[in-house]
Nanobody, 119 residues
Framework: QVRLVESGGGLVQPGGSLRLSCAAS????????MGWYRQAPGKQRELVAQ???????NYADSVKGRFTISRDNAKNTVYVQMNNLKPEDTAVYYC?????????????WGQGTQVTVSS
């Protein structure tokens, strides 16, 4: 069973930085991509950053130039370094793993970690 454990959230002042980590375990199928999504109160969950199995990355326009996603294959861990944080980055951040099962892509989610950007 796939398990995704996030860490690294917290309270930070505007302009500050945080690094989120997501340790993955239990996957016995090929992984298509891993990424981070976020959900602010009253809003839909949105993609923040994604890294595919081949190493290509994509980012939400709102975080380009400020967030960087990376992975450590040896540790089965994906990270997102978040710099120059803004109040609008405040949300619960969820780790996501897209796994290829037959002809389908199955999503797995972590429990979420709160990021609050406030002075």
């Amino acid at each position: 069973q796939v398990r995704l454990v996030e860490s690294g959230g917290g309270l930070v002042q505007p302009g500050g930085s945080l690094r989120l980590s997501c340790a993955a375990s239990g996957s016995s199928f090929p992984i298509y991509a891993m990424g981070w999504y976020r959900q602010a109160p009253g809003k839909q969950r949105e993609l923040v950053a994604q890294i595919k199995s081949g190493g290509s990355t994509n980012y939400a326009d709102s975080v380009k130039g400020r967030f960087t996603i990376s992975r450590d294959n040896a540790k089965n861990t994906v990270y997102v370094q978040m710099n120059n944080l803004k109040p609008e980055d405040t949300a619960v951040y969820y780790c996501n793993q897209k796994t290829i099962v037959g002809s389908q892509i199955v999503d797995y989610w972590g429990q979420g970690t709160q990021v609050t950007v406030s002075s």
